[in-house]
């Protein structure tokens, strides 16, 4: 394996971890507060943060993010189901980061909300698509409730994204922050 091949999944695998960390910090404190519609995650950040890395790979992590969703709550196969699947939805921002290109949206804080807000959207729709064709039931009443509850989500996001993109790094394609790091080594190596 050469030493992207390694690098990429190290940083794949360190990502996930931490994904998974955090969402069992949440699930503690949301047993401080039962009873809260409101829920706050973060697979959506991180899966953001792994697609600009590394393209749709962060697919991967919004699957992983779910199944751990589904099972630090408890909810068995129906909600395994729902949020393993129901996040593949974020694959909509996918194409808009590659149209507009990953620089742009990391230089502009606009397309970055703007980035977040379409990988909000498909993934919400996924989970209540994904609900929908499980259990039948009123769309529009399953849509409306996973808005609801997933807004605290989508604000903390926002907030994470428009940090991470200042961050040497970590909002960048990582082959290309390679080779700005190499470039840099170069240079001071004169």
């Given at each position: 394996m050469n030493s992207l091949a390694r690098y990429k999944c190290i940083d794949l695998a360190v990502l996930a971890l931490i994904m998974c960390f955090l969402?069992?910090?949440i699930s503690f404190g949301r047993g401080i507060f039962p009873g809260e519609v409101y829920v706050l995650s973060v697979v959506l950040p991180v899966s953001l943060i792994v697609i600009m890395r590394w393209?749709?790979?962060?697919?991967?992590?919004?699957?992983?993010g779910g199944a751990a969703y589904a099972a630090l709550y408890g909810s068995g196969v129906r909600h395994l189901l729902i949020y393993t699947l129901g996040n593949l939805g974020i694959a909509?921002?996918?194409p808009l980061l590659l149209k507009i290109g990953k620089e742009k949206v990391r230089g502009s804080a606009p397309l970055t909300?703007?980035?977040?807000s379409t990988g909000w959207f498909g993934m919400v729709t996924g989970r209540a698509m994904a609900a929908f064709a499980r259990d039948g039931g009123a769309l529009?009443?399953?849509t409306r409730r996973f808005y609801g509850a997933e807004a605290l989500s989508f604000i903390a996001a926002i907030i994470i994204l428009l940090i991470a993109r200042r961050q040497n790094g970590v909002f960048e394609d990582q082959r290309r922050y390679l080779l700005r790091l190499e470039g840099e080594k170069r240079n001071d190596g004169r």
């Open positions: 969402e069992g910090l393209g749709w790979l962060g697919l991967l992590h919004a699957a992983i909509v921002c996918v909300v703007l980035y977040v529009l009443d399953i």
